[in-house]
Structures are given as C-alpha cells and as structure tokens.
C-alpha cells in the first residue's frame, strides 16, 4: 500500500502513520494493477477539436435526412402543389365605368390607342385593353342590341381583320371563329364572350414571277378573346391577345382576367 501525504503533513516532520486531518487530502493508489489505473485525462485543446468533429457528423446526418425526408415528399405530392400562384391587381375607372384584373407583372402602356393598355413584360404579344364606344354616335341599351352571341361573334371578327388590313403584296389571313358565349355575372349584367384565332401568311419573296417562287411563311399565329358588356349607353368591350403556342399554360390567367371585367354606371 502506498500513501500520498498532504504537503501539510510536513509540519510537524513526517509520520509513518497518517493522521485523520491527512486523510482528507490523501489518495489511495493500488500499484498491484496497473491496467485499472484511472486513465489521463486528454489535453483541452484535442477535446475541444474531438467535440467540433463529432458536431459537424451529427450536423451533416441531420442534413442528410432532412434533404432525403424533403425527397420523398416532394416526390409523394403533385406537381401542382409547388406551382405558383399567380398574383392579380384590379384596375378600376370610375370615371368611364369599368373595372377588370390583371395579372401583378403585367406593364401599362401609354398612348397605345385604347382606353388602358397593359402587356405582359415576358411575352410581349401578350396584352389587354379596353376599348368602348362614344355615347354621342351611338346608344346601347344591352347586349341584344348586336343580337345573339354567335353574331356579336361575327362582328367582332370583322372588326379585328380590318385592324390587321395590311398593303403589303403577298400577306394573306386566315381567321375563324372558336367560341361564343353568354353569361350573367354576379353584378346581374350580361355578357359576351367570344374567342377566335387569326393567323397571318406572307410570302417570302413577294415580288417573284413565278408562283412556285413565292413560298408563304406563317408570320404569326394568335387567340384573341373579347368580353363585351353594354352600359351608359356605351358598348364596352375588353380584348385579349396571346399567342397559340402558349395559350394553354396562360389559358387560366386569361380566364380569370375575362370572368373580372365588369361595367358600371356611371
């Protein structure tokens, strides 16, 4: 057995028995075993360095399953639960007696020759306006004053290919009418809705003899949908205008944009 002495114990000179007062200072070690000597402890700065390996591990499993939690969840749900929503504003004429939506990143134009003129700032042949009629020359009481929807259809029609008569050689148009429809909104007013696709050709070299010379190009391919509505003896009429080819992904901003036009007295 072997005792460590106090360096207290040093006064009075040293005793080969340890007094009680000593004992509280004092460590029995066995020196029969070595292997169960209490280990040393590691130096502060390599348990510190031990500490901050062991918390980026557990900061990058942590960060591994969230991401692979994150995966399959993504992968469980529709596509359209990620989708964006589309941002609406509504513009408002009290002074003419209208109002209507539009989408938030849409652009107005000035000076384009409607009433109000907003674009989209992407697809720049993408745009709405709003036009109506001038109580002086003409008096609306309703909308069967044009007559059923499919002959408001045909005018409105004729009224865009005249807008698009070009005196260019060679430029041809091919028009139809899509759709035309009726509906009473929830302000109890009546409105039409009519849609048609115009398609503009010309020929790339206009100016050749030969017909086989004069190949036709397609110039542009474009819907355009019109919501009419009658008030203050005026006829009101808002128009769409979007390319074919992406009607489809734009079809549901369009919608909202139509079904949001109404007329107001004034």
Known sequence: MVTLISPRSLFPPLSSKPTSKSSS??????????????????????LVNRCQTVGRRRSMMMGGLLMSGLMLSEANLPTSAFALTSVFREYIDTFDGYSFKYPQNWIQVRGAGADIFFRDPIVLDENLSVEFSSPSSSKYKSLEDLGPPEEAGKKVLRQYLTEFMSTRLGVKRESNILT????????GKLYYQVEVNIKSYANNNELAVMPQDRVARLEWDRRYLAVLGVENNRLYSLRLQTPEKVFLEEEKDLRRVMDSFRVEKI
């Open 25 to 46: 200072f004092s460590k029995p070690v066995s020196s029969q075993s070595p292997k169960f000597a209490k280990p040393e402890s590691p130096a502060p700065h390599k």
């Open 180 to 187: 035309t429809s009726s509906r009473v909104a929830d302000d």
